[in-house]
């Protein structure tokens, strides 16, 4: 009875939850002809900087340098297009992706603990975020980050020239986005040639992918601006900036930098410099207000299950051990590798330079996946403790 009983249950629960994504987006007010009514957060930045782009002719170029150029770019080359209903396309894009990624979620927690039981599980959790459906109701990048960062999970399974080559290419179109994706490929690399000692024919792959969509870009942005340009050039602007102690870990607004700043704050202050990076960690873990109040990323796919719950710290650490419990379940597997790829490049930049939860979303899909192989591990231990087995 299980076999057909279990399908048919979660697909209904993945289906109403994209039933209410669907709604959001299709809302809109009278006269809202560019679908913008639910648009927050930093969405009207990105229109913002897109119109600018469109009415100065320059489309490369923006005076907006703190919020993602990379979102602009894109919003312009769609305004070029497509004029105002980009924002509405931008939209079902979302959705499209939000509805991909609880199937690629799906079918890579099946892959990763052998069971398709499981991998509707973990379908079923990403679609009950209520975090990612808010997402897809905006114009915002969380859905489309963690859509790519899901798929570079799927694309590290096995090692061959066109996985790579795919991966080295999502790689540079995320870091068009935000230019700290660029680590993924480092730490991959580095990662594998310190293990193997041996350069494979995957890796130069991967840097083909990169390169083919990094050197262009960042070529015509040079040429605009007349100096040499990689990526997002406010990154040493925020580096910058973050490293004061007075940002105190607050990600917006820009605090005033106080000197020292920068490196030298970092060379000249160095146990003021942990203690912010403590405090920044104590915000990353939510156990001290954010400036965004956003909850721990850990409990944000549980927000649709227990509303509410993920105010309280002991549910932070409790979904944090259970994250951690799963990634020691899967350790030694690619995905294992991969969630580690994830973690890393996503938390390392916010934890030295901000500690904004929003900016962690795009990790949920992964986390996800990690906690129902950690509950599966608790539900086979007694299982067997049921049947008299020893466990182990």
């Keep these: 009875m ?18 209410e994504a669907w709604r959001r987006i299709v809302h809109r007010n009278p006269g809202d002809t560019a679908y913008t009514s639910l648009m927050t957060i930093d969405s009207k930045a990105y229109l913002d900087g897109a119109r600018e782009m469109q009415s100065s002719g320059h489309l490369f170029f923006t005076r907006d340098t703190y ?11 769609g305004l070029r297009w497509f004029g105002e209903r980009v ?27 052998r069971e398709a039981f499981w991998g509707w599980g973990a379908a079923v959790l990403i679609a009950s975020s209520q975090s990612l459906l808010h997402y897809t109701a905006i114009l915002q990048y969380e859905v489309l980050v963690g859509s790519a960062l899901l798929a ?6 096995r090692r061959t020239p066109a996985r790579y080559f795919l991966l080295g290419s999502l790689v540079a179109l995320l870091s068009i986005i935000r230019v700290h994706f660029q680590l993924l490929l480092f730490f991959l690399l580095v990662w594998e040639l310190a293990k193997e000692r041996k350069f494979h024919p995957a890796h130069a792959a991967a840097l083909v992918g990169f390169a083919w969509i990094a050197l262009p870009w960042n070529a015509h942005y040079s040429w605009m601006l007349g100096e040499p340009f990689w990526f997002q050039g406010e990154l040493s602007l925020q580096a910058h900036r973050f490293l004061s102690p007075a940002s105190q870990g607050f990600n917006f607004p820009f605090p ?12 000249e202050r160095p146990l003021d410099y942990l203690s912010l990076l403590g405090k920044r960690f104590l915000y990353l873990v939510g156990w001290l207000p954010g400036a965004w109040d956003v909850p721990s990323t850990a409990t944000l796919a549980l927000r649709r299950i227990l509303p509410g719950i993920e105010t309280d710290s002991w549910v932070h650490a409790a979904s944090g051990l259970l994250s951690i419990a799963g990634w020691m379940t899967v350790r030694g597997t690619p995905f294992a590798r991969s969630s580690l790829l994830v973690f890393g490049t996503l938390l390392l930049p ?4 901000n500690s904004d939860f929003r900016f962690l979303i795009p990790c949920l899909p ?12 608790i539900v086979g231990r007694w299982e067997k403790k049921r049947r008299g087995e020893q466990c182990y």
Excluded at 152 to 157: F, S, V, Y
Excluded at 370 to 375: N, R, S
Aim: charged fraction near 5%; glycine fraction near 8%; aromatic fraction near 8%.
């Design 366 to 377: 992964v986390l996800a996946i990690l906690q129902i192989a950690a509950v599966k591990k």
């Design 87 to 113: 924002v509405g396309y931008f939209k079902m894009l979302n959705f499209v992706l939000l509805a991909g990624t609880i199937l690629l979620g799906g079918l890579l927690a099946a892959h990763v603990m």
């Design 256 to 267: 005033p930098v106080t000197p020292p700043s920068g490196l030298a704050f970092v060379l």
């Design 152 to 157: 570079l999970c799927a694309l590290l399974g």
């Design 350 to 353: 916010h934890l030295v330079i």
């Design 2 to 19: 299980r076999h057909w009983v279990v399908p048919v249950l979660f697909s209904f629960v993945i289906l109403l939850h994209l039933q």
């Design 67 to 77: 919020h993602s150029v990379g979102m602009q770019v894109i919003l312009g080359f």
